[in-house]
Structures are given as C-alpha cells and as structure tokens.
C-alpha cells in the first residue's frame, strides 16, 4: 500500500520555525496535487496550505504570511516551511495526496515554552 512519509516536526519555542518534508512515491506524485493539514486531539482535521499541480499554492488564513508550502521533483519531496510558530500551532501534521487521496500518518509538532 502506498503511503506518503512525513518527517521533520519536533519541539520548538513560540516564534521559531520548522520545516515538515513529505516524502512522495515518484516524482509524478510530487507534482500533483499536494496538501497539508493539521489535527488536535479531538477536534477535526484541518488543511494548512495546498499546492496544485501547476503550482498555484492556497493557505489558510492562520498559515498565510507564515507557513510556506513547496515542492522539490527531483527528491520527490514537498515542504512546509513554518515560521513565527505559535502555541496554538501545536498539532499533529499530515501531508496528503489530493489528486490520489493518500495521506501519511503524520509528524508531531509541539510549540511551547
């Protein structure tokens, strides 16, 4: 079964950053469309940035000015570069296949003092 592999959370203090990787089956998967989301225990799961296929990205209003999603073909990787990182940003983070509705099971990100 295919599945996508998300690396890259971890503890950081409010106003860091973090770059989550996602790692793709072939670079055909890289290049489609990709999205990011984020969950809390307990509450449902919620998109963070989305890039399509010919590369218009979308995020929400909470990751606008502050996360970056993007893509890297020939290491079949997409990316969510996050900044100024904020506690409520705590969350586990998944990456998903759009176009082939595939997602990872995640990584954790803690942002805390």
């Known amino acids: 079964q295919v599945r996508l592999v998300e690396s890259g959370g971890g503890s950081v203090q409010p106003g860091g950053s973090l770059t989550l990787a996602c790692e793709m089956p072939?670079?055909?998967?890289?290049?489609?469309?990709v999205g990011w989301y984020r969950q809390v225990p307990g509450k449902q799961r919620e998109q963070v940035a989305q890039?399509?296929?010919?590369?218009?990205?979308y995020y929400r209003d909470f990751a606008q000015d502050r996360f970056t999603i993007s893509r890297d073909s020939t290491k079949k990787m997409v990316y969510l570069q996050m900044n100024s990182l904020k506690a409520e940003d705590t969350a586990r983070y998944f990456c998903?296949?759009?176009?082939?509705?595939?997602w990872g099971k995640g990584t954790q990100v803690t942002v805390s003092s």
């Open positions: 998903k296949s759009e176009t082939y509705d595939v």
């Open positions: 890039i399509n296929s010919i590369g218009t990205k």
């Open positions: 072939d670079a055909s998967w890289t290049m489609s469309s």
